[in-house]
C-alpha cells in the first residue's frame, strides 16, 4: 500500500492505474477498511479509471504524523482529510465515491469546496443528517442504539474491553445473515486493533450529538457545513432496501440539497454494506454513473 503525507496524517492507500487521467476515489466506512471495495476497485479500473482506495483517519496504514494531534472523530475533519488527500495527490476533480463514513467524508469535502468533485456517490447513508439538533423517530433512535452506548461511561468501557465484538455485533446486525465470512472479519480488524481506531470512534459518535467538544482546528469547517450546505456536484445515491441501520427512508426526499442532476437508486435485498453484499451491483451502478466522464482508452 502506498502513503502520502498531509497536515496531520501520513495516509495509507490502495492504488490502480495511476497514469489514467481521471480518478475516481472509494472510501470505506465504519466499521470497514480500504478491503471494502476489493471488488469493485478493480472493475473500475479495468473501465481505465485510476482508482483510489485511502484508509480513513483512525483504520490502519492511515496514521498521525504527531502524537500529540487530537484523536478527533468529527465529520467535519474527515472532510477536511479528504481534501487534503486531493491536494496532495494534486487530483483534478475526482469522483468521490463513499460508504457510511466515506460517504460523509465525500459530501462534506463537496460543501467545503465547491467543484472539487466531478461526481458524488453516497451509499447507505442520507445527506444533510449530521446536525446534533435533528429530530429523529423513536425507530431511528432505536437503530442508533450504539450512538448513545458510546456516549456513557460504561459504554466505553465495554468497547474498549472487546472492540471486535463491538465490530462484528454491527456486521452481524445491518444486513441480511451470510453476507461475510468469519475470515473476512479478522481481515477487515486488523485495520481497527489499535487505540487511535477507538478513540476517534468514540470521539465522533459522542461529537455528532453534542456529548464531546469539537476539536478548534476545524471551527471553520463546522461554520461551513451547518446548515448542510446545497451540492452543486452530480450525485448517486445507493441504499440497501435491507439496511437496518440507516433505513431506507433516512435518504428519502433530499432533493432539495443538491442543484445539479440527482438520481436514488434502492438495492433490493442488500443491507448496510452493499459494495460488499453485490459488488456487481455496485460497480455497474457506478460505471453507468461515471460514464459521463469517458477514460481514456475506453469504448463509449
Known amino acids: 500500500?502506498?502513503?502520502?503525507?498531509?497536515a496531520n496524517l501520513r495516509?495509507?492507500?490502495?492504488?490502480?492505474?495511476?497514469?489514467?487521467?481521471?480518478?475516481?476515489?472509494?472510501?470505506h466506512g465504519w466499521p470497514d477498511s480500504t478491503r471494502s471495495w476489493a471488488q469493485v476497485a478493480p472493475e473500475l479500473a479495468q473501465q481505465g479509471w485510476r482508482v483510489l482506495v485511502p484508509a480513513l483517519r483512525g483504520f490502519l496504514p492511515t496514521q498521525f504524523l504527531n502524537v500529540n494531534t487530537p484523536r478527533t472523530g468529527q465529520l467535519a475533519a474527515l472532510g477536511r482529510d479528504?481534501?487534503?488527500f486531493i491536494d496532495a495527490l494534486q487530483l483534478q476533480r475526482p469522483a468521490l465515491?463513499?460508504?457510511?463514513?466515506?460517504?460523509r467524508a465525500a459530501a462534506n469535502a463537496c460543501g467545503l469546496r465547491p467543484g472539487v468533485a466531478s461526481h458524488l456517490v453516497l451509499l447507505s447513508v442520507g445527506y444533510g443528517t449530521n446536525s446534533p439538533d435533528q429530530n429523529i423517530d423513536f425507530l431511528h433512535a432505536k437503530n442508533y442504539w450504539y450512538h448513545w452506548f458510546m456516549a456513557t461511561a460504561k459504554g466505553e468501557s465495554q468497547i474498549r474491553t472487546?472492540?471486535?465484538g463491538f465490530v462484528q455485533t454491527m456486521w452481524d446486525t445491518w444486513s441480511p445473515p451470510g453476507w461475510y465470512t468469519a475470515q473476512?472479519?479478522?481481515?477487515?480488524?486488523?485495520?481497527?486493533?489499535?487505540?487511535?481506531?477507538?478513540?476517534?470512534?468514540?470521539?465522533?459518535?459522542?461529537?455528532r450529538w453534542g456529548h464531546a467538544p469539537s476539536d478548534p482546528h476545524y471551527a471553520a469547517d463546522e461554520a461551513a457545513l451547518h446548515p448542510a450546505p446545497v451540492l452543486d456536484v452530480p450525485t448517486l445515491v445507493l441504499h440497501g432496501a435491507a439496511d437496518t441501520v440507516n433505513e431506507p427512508r433516512t435518504s428519502?426526499?433530499?432533493?432539495?440539497?443538491?442543484?445539479?442532476?440527482?438520481?436514488?437508486t434502492l438495492l433490493p435485498g442488500l443491507g448496510h454494506f452493499p459494495q460488499r453484499e453485490n459488488s456487481g451491483a455496485v460497480a455497474n451502478a457506478l460505471i453507468e454513473f461515471l460514464k459521463t466522464v469517458q477514460?481514456?482508452?475506453?469504448?463509449a
Open 162 to 164: 472487546n472492540p471486535k
Open 97 to 103: 465515491v463513499g460508504h457510511d463514513w466515506g460517504a
Open 11 to 27: 495516509i495509507g492507500y490502495e492504488e490502480w492505474n495511476p497514469q489514467a487521467p481521471f480518478a475516481v476515489i472509494l472510501l
Open 184 to 207: 473476512e472479519l479478522d481481515s477487515t480488524w486488523a485495520a481497527m486493533d489499535h487505540a487511535d481506531w477507538l478513540d476517534i470512534t468514540l470521539h465522533s459518535y459522542r461529537h
Open 1 to 6: 500500500m502506498k502513503t502520502i503525507d498531509t
Open 252 to 264: 428519502e426526499g433530499k432533493e432539495q440539497f443538491f442543484r445539479n442532476t440527482y438520481q436514488r
Open 82 to 84: 479528504l481534501l487534503e
Open 295 to 299: 477514460p481514456a482508452g475506453t469504448q
